[in-house]
């Protein structure tokens, strides 16, 4: 099982940097394993990307923007998926795992 955030190297959003940004920073500091794919630098990854998302998840112009959230090839979401996951403590189902990985047991 990985998780992988499909990012985008250069673009000329603040808020996708950001977004990208926030994403990765929270998987980094829970000690989340990830794979950041970078769709600007292989179109078969980019178009791979558009391809797996649903229809429902689609926007109505254009093409979905970073970051975009799989678990292996099961979509989990975009950012705002991420972020509501994050407000109501709920980041480890939405990415489909099974606990927070422990550092350290601190319930005794």
């Keep these: 099982m990985v998780i992988k ?3 985008a190297s250069s673009t000329g959003s603040l808020a996708v940097k950001k977004h990208q940004q926030a994403v990765v920073g929270f998987l980094e500091a ?21 391809r797996n998302i649903p229809r429902d998840k689609q926007p109505e112009k254009g093409n ?4 975009q959230i799989f678990n292996d090839d099961r979509y989990c ?7 509501l996951s994050k ?10 795992l099974s606990s927070q990985p422990s550092v ?5």
């Design 30 to 50: 829970n000690r989340i394993d990830f794979q950041e794919v970078d769709i600007t630098m292989l179109e078969e990854q980019r178009l791979w990307m558009y």
């Design 64 to 67: 979905p923007l970073p970051p």
């Design 5 to 7: 955030v499909y990012v």
């Design 87 to 96: 407000e109501n403590n709920t980041v480890f189902a939405f990415l489909g």
């Design 77 to 83: 979401g975009d950012y705002e998926d991420f972020f």
């Design 104 to 108: 350290k047991d601190s319930e005794s």
